[in-house]
């Protein structure tokens, strides 16, 4: 994708300001709403069953995460889900931890069974997981990893008839009509902090409410959020600060910024 | 109010520490903890039904609000709501969210009839919902829509007998007996980031502990509070540091930052 | 403890990367998570009855945190810590708030009954109340509460046969075995802030998961959390961007940092 691409996407966040509905985690749901408002749209957190999906029916996205998950918030998420599917929004499901133990594998499998899920996003581990693969993802050396997702992200477009976002050094995007994306921005401190991987999901489902190719919006808004990362780097003089001028760099975000550092494959 | 005045109120937060109950949302709840703590006061937030009232009757003011709300959490709300009234102290209620969906309406009418709330804060639809009016706050001009809001804030205030707060560009302040504060301090980066309105139902809160006069006390804190937003917003590099640095400027707040910006007509 | 031996400790914790499962406070949760990531450590957030133990059973130790508790939470928190006593890893109680409500105190003790908690934490006023003693902590002079504070410690590490965390200007440890530290690192804006409170427990969490002589974890892990802080406090502006200092001195700590920096008696 070019610069002019990317930044169009961009603009229409700005513009429309989505309202992105979230049934997220309780560790990062700050961050989570507001990485969506500084990109300049409009988050709602709710997660009552008796409105979860009026407040989806008023939203032009949703996204699920099932980082800290009960069982009541898994039937939330079901109502939720439902009602984005009847309205025609995305739905983006963050398997946040999946593979930790059997009760989030049985919950995340449901929740795949209930929703129709637009966007199945997490990092190699997770997806390989709800994948059905047994990919290893320490103690493998990158190359092969990297081989060895897209084949995985691509297989499972396929049988869930979705786009599949793997985070990671690189990013990978394959929807279920074969395009695939492969995004190398970002910096390295996002790993060193709690909550940018909680936020890509909510970027992810903000740039989808205004972009109908799920992929593209994907790369677009990864793309978008991690240069920020890049300049917030630059600048930063820890994991604490890095934060902050995450959301500065976010913020300001301008075309200019963006000229030369995209790099979407 | 003049500058000694406000200052005093603020003097009274910072030497008399008073706690302040929350039974807040899951998304703000640190930053509404922290802004209380930033102005000199003590934050406490619980809310178990086995310890609400408790821990309201050690409290010198109780700070609620909707935007995360159960039927659990309102029933939490009423308990520790009662038990504020009948300790006398003020009951703050941030009507965040209202008119979205009517399960919010219906509890929000609920806790106002379960409990004598002392001082309902929300944005300009917000409390219009609540009053029962059908202001437009979208496509109205800005005259049209401050004339409104005043009428509006001074009735609920009086059909209620409460003091009403409606925060925005500029803040709306009435109480039932007839009192009526405009507050045109603060910055538009404030609403460019998540939990700046629910911090601003702290402040009342916090404030309102320790002055009797509900309407004096949420016009003096929303302008301290704003006053270190304007402070912050001069000085910072975006969304991500403009946060941390109200928190700055609120912890060090002197009477020389009041001076010649305090804008309470 | 030297200057070495605390950081051969903080070298463990960096390349063992121990996973520290949380069932903590909501206001909290992210300072929790993040505390331990920027130390180089995995933290990990789930409180489901279905998944706590299996999530516990993967870690290297379990931090539980009262803040916010209801007796669900605390149902959670006990499945948890038996399955931390099965596999052997250190159990942390914050018993943040005890004595406030008497809810708080019975479930504090029914947890100190159903799990063998090897660390408890608390500040002065907690810890004593756990302790069942009527230490007075306001209107107390410092070195008549020190006395005191050490003899509580004592005593309830020889009853519980644990090791006991009073946090505050002076941090007092002491173990079942006698051994007593005290550490006299920090700066007074940690008492200006939410969350540090709290997030010395993770640290004390995150260091005995690498070091299995509690009392000198916690020792050695307090101090370089302080250090961290003394840093913060000496290059921040205020209260806000102080904490955002703070990760960035963790996340960079070096040997030379804690030289002739530490303070431990």
């Known amino acids: 994708m070019q610069t002019t691409e ?11 300001k989505p309202l992105v509905h979230h049934i997220t985690n309780w560790v990062t749901i700050y961050d ?13 957190m709710a997660h009552a069953p008796e409105e979860v999906a009026d407040m989806t ?3 032009s996205g ?3 995460n099932i980082g800290t998950l009960t069982k009541e918030i898994i039937a939330s998420m079901k109502l939720a889900g439902k ?18 133990t059997p009760f ?15 966007i199945i996003k997490g990092n190699s581990s997770e997806v390989a997981r709800v994948a059905g693969e047994s990919v290893q993802t320490k103690g493998v050396d990158a190359v092969d990893v990297e081989k060895s997702l897209i084949h995985v992200a691509g297989e499972l477009a396929q049988r869930k ?28 401190m996002m790993a060193g902090i709690v909550g940018t991987g909680c936020m890509a999901a909510s970027v992810v489902g903000t740039f989808s409410a205004v972009e109908a190719d799920y992929a ?45 550092r995209i790099r979407i494959a």
Chains 1, 2, 3 share one sequence.
């Open 6 to 16: 990317v930044y169009e996407i961009l603009k229409k966040v700005r513009t429309q």
């Open 32 to 44: 989570c709403a507001n990485i969506v408002k500084v990109f300049g749209a409009s988050p709602v």
């Open 57 to 59: 029916a008023l939203a």
């Open 62 to 64: 949703l996204v699920l």
């Open 83 to 100: 009602a984005a599917n009847t309205k025609g929004i995305p739905v983006v499901l963050d398997v946040c931890g999946a593979g930790a």
């Open 104 to 118: 989030r594998d049985k919950m995340c499998e449901e929740l795949l069974e209930s929703v129709k899920v637009d």
């Open 161 to 188: 008839n979705c786009t599949v976002v793997i985070t990671g050094k690189e990013d990978i995007i394959a929807d279920n009509r074969g395009n695939l994306y492969r995004v190398n921005n970002g910096h390295e």
């Open 216 to 260: 593209r919006a994907a790369a677009a808004g990864l793309s978008c959020y991690e240069i920020a990362a890049e300049l917030a780097a630059g600048k930063t003089s820890g994991a604490g600060s890095f934060k902050e001028l995450l959301f500065d760099f976010v913020s300001g975000l301008k075309q200019d910024d963006l000229e030369n």
